[in-house]
């Protein structure tokens, strides 16, 4: 089971830090993700931890400002630099199998947690 937490409502240009706890197996995992869905749009991705080695993924658009990172059963993502079109639900996801569409496709990853919403004001 997942729980992602840490959103809320800051000004462009502010940060948030966005919490997910993870339960159950985690030894067993083989990534986690963070995904966004603003309204009226898909659910895209922002960025992907591979376990075993901590490698790193992110989308273009939030390259250089958010930054991903884990701890034993937690994983966070520092963003930073916030625009209002980063304004959206975010979800973090997990999966314990290697896909080839990993970490990009939400169909690679089989939990995911109960969005936190995060809204950047202009």
């Known amino acids: 089971q997942l729980q992602a937490f840490g959103g809320g409502l800051v000004q462009a240009g502010g940060s948030l830090r966005l919490s997910c706890a993870a339960s159950g197996r985690t030894s067993s995992l083989y990534g986690m993700g963070w995904f966004r869905q603003a309204p009226g749009k898909e659910r895209e991705f922002v960025s992907g931890l591979r376990w075993s080695d901590g490698r790193l993924y992110y989308a273009d658009y939030v390259k250089g400002r958010f930054a991903m990172s884990r701890g034993n059963t937690m994983v966070y993502l520092q963003m930073n630099s916030l625009k209002p079109e980063d304004t959206a639900v975010y979800y973090c996801?997990?999966?314990?199998?290697?896909?080839?569409?990993?970490?990009?496709?939400?169909?690679?990853?089989?939990?995911w947690g109960l969005g936190t919403l995060v809204t950047v004001s202009s």
């Open positions: 996801a997990a999966t314990y199998h290697s896909r080839s569409d990993y970490p990009e496709s939400t169909y690679a990853y089989g939990y």
